[in-house]
């Protein structure tokens, strides 16, 4: 898929990629009203459609990630093609919350995030929950009372933040997961710590 770059909105330039916590490359990130389109030098590129986003936020936890980053959810799982990641055409009913990858876009330029994150919000303004499309002028207002600026890290308060129903879900199921894996790591560092002590 190929980036369109009408009606652009913001670049970032020196731009790291992350599938899950594995560097893809840096590059250039760009946002257009069309997508959200990253490349770089060596032929990889991430194209998103606006309403495959099922969340974005900015990351300042930097004890779940070390950067500060602009992190994304998609609505289906993700997959890497010749260089290329791409969505899923089809997500079974069995699949779970595992297959659920984050990418992240950490740029050099940290002052970009919060641009990049509003002109986002913008652009998928722009495109409509077809589900939701039906629905009375109030939820059109619940929506418009969504806060632009929000920042989401390990210690937000899922059940205080106002996000779609589907968005709201994915963050359910990301903090299940980190929670999982926290624990996880910390069994293991006790067990490590019992080991150097015999």
């Keep these: 898929m190929l980036s ?3 009606n652009m909105k913001i670049q970032a330039t020196d731009t790291k990629a992350y599938i899950g916590e594995h560097e893809f490359g840096s590059g250039i990130l760009s946002i257009s009203e ?3 389109f990253w490349k770089n030098g060596n032929g ?3 194209c998103l459609n606006y309403p495959s986003i099922a969340l974005h936020a900015i990351s300042k936890d930097l004890n779940a990630f070390p950067h500060e980053c602009l992190y994304i959810i998609t609505d289906r799982p993700i997959e890497i093609t010749d260089g290329n990641v791409e969505l899923k055409d089809e997500v079974n009913d069995s699949e779970d919350s595992d297959e659920i990858t984050p990418l992240r876009f950490v740029p050099k330029d940290k002052s970009l995030l919060n ?3 509003k002109a986002i919000n913008e652009c998928q303004a722009l495109y409509p929950d077809q589900e939701m499309s ?4 109030e939820s059109e207002e619940e929506d418009q009372d ?8 390990s210690s937000s308060d899922i059940n205080e933040i106002k996000l779609s129903d589907q968005g709201l ?3 359910r199921r990301l903090n299940i997961n980190y929670q999982s894996e926290k624990n996880a790591d910390l069994i293991e560092n006790e067990k490590q710590y019992e080991d150097a002590e015999n």
């Design 4 to 6: 369109s770059c009408v």
């Design 34 to 36: 069309q997508n959200l």
């Design 44 to 46: 990889k590129n991430i």
């Design 115 to 117: 641009p990049i994150f």
């Design 134 to 137: 039906g629905e009375s002028d």
């Design 146 to 153: 969504i806060e632009e600026n929000q920042f989401f890290d």
């Design 169 to 171: 879900e994915t963050l």
